[in-house]
């Protein structure tokens, strides 16, 4: 099956940025929705950010104007750029796609820790 890897994490202080990719094993860009989910303790999973395969983008409220999600097809990757980063961002990021790719069914990687403190 298709795997996912995400690399990118890290430890940054409010205000700066964070760059998160996700490679995965197989070319399937070209059919799947691709994006990232949050889970920070004891709250719900978050949708961040989302990137169909026609390469339209949809953001939570929360991160809209500060993250930008990407496709590169030809590397098989997506990417979450973050910037102005407040401590309530610090969470796990996991990457995930679902579509025709994946016979519609819904791959997640293992995930990549972000924490925004002084």
């Known amino acids: 099956q298709v795997q996912l890897v995400e690399s990118g994490g890290g430890l940054v202080q409010p205000g700066g940025s964070l760059r998160l990719s996700c490679a995965a094993s197989?070319?399937?860009?070209?059919?799947?929705?691709m994006g990232w989910y949050r889970q920070a303790p004891e709250k719900q999973r978050e949708l961040v950010a989302v990137i169909s395969a026609s390469d339209t983008p949809n953001y939570a409220g929360s991160v809209k104007g500060r993250f930008t999600i990407s496709r590169d097809t030809t590397k098989n990757t997506v990417d979450l750029q973050m910037n102005s980063l407040r401590p309530e961002d610090t969470a796990v990021y996991y990457c995930?796609?679902?579509?025709?790719?994946?016979?519609?069914?819904?791959?997640w990687g293992q995930g990549t820790q972000v924490t925004v403190s002084s």
């Open positions: 995930y796609t679902v579509g025709a790719g994946t016979e519609w069914r819904t791959v």
């Open positions: 197989e070319n399937i860009l070209s059919s799947n929705i």
